[in-house]
C-alpha cells in the first residue's frame, strides 16, 4: 500500500518561503508521476505543480505559481518537494502531495491514485 506523508506547511508572512516535502513509501517511488496540489476553503482542489518519474521530462507549474515555486524530486530518497517563495495571502491552502500510476503528471485529479494527508499553509498579510 503506498503512503504519501507531506510536511514542511506552517505560517509565514507575505514574501516568505517554506518547503514542502513529500515522502513516500509502498512501492517503487521513481517510476512514477507526482503532483502538488492545494485547496483552499470554499474552492477546488487545484494542481500547482507536477513532475515526471524522471524530473527532466516533464515538469509543469500552474499560471498562479511560476516563477514563484518549484517542484522536484530526489528518488533515492523517495522524496518530492515543493520548494515555495514570494508567497502570497492567497497560497493559503492545505497543500496535497499525489501520485499517478504512470510515469507522468496529469492536470485531471482522477489520475492519482495515491494521496498525502496534506499538510496547511497559511501566509499573512
Known amino acids: 500500500q503506498v503512503q504519501l506523508v507531506e510536511s514542511g506547511g506552517g505560517l509565514v508572512q507575505a514574501g516568505g518561503s517554506l518547503r514542502l516535502s513529500c515522502t513516500a513509501s509502498?512501492?517503487?517511488?521513481?517510476?512514477?508521476?507526482l503532483g502538488w496540489f492545494r485547496q483552499a476553503p470554499g474552492k477546488e482542489r487545484e494542481l500547482v505543480a507536477g513532475?515526471?518519474?524522471?524530473?527532466?521530462?516533464?515538469?509543469y507549474y500552474a499560471d498562479s505559481v511560476k516563477g514563484r515555486f518549484t517542484i522536484f524530486r530526489e528518488n533515492a530518497k523517495n522524496t518530492a518537494y515543493l520548494e515555495m517563495s514570494s508567497l502570497k495571502p492567497e497560497d493559503t491552502a492545505v497543500y496535497y502531495c499525489?501520485?499517478?500510476?504512470?510515469?507522468?503528471?496529469?492536470?485531471?485529479?482522477?489520475?492519482?491514485?495515491?494521496w498525502g494527508q496534506g499538510t496547511q499553509v497559511t501566509v499573512s498579510s
Open positions: 509502498g512501492r517503487t517511488f521513481s517510476m512514477y508521476g
Open positions: 499525489a501520485q499517478t500510476d504512470g510515469w507522468n503528471w496529469s492536470t485531471q485529479r482522477r489520475y492519482y491514485t495515491s
Open positions: 513532475i515526471s518519474s524522471d524530473s527532466d521530462t516533464n515538469i
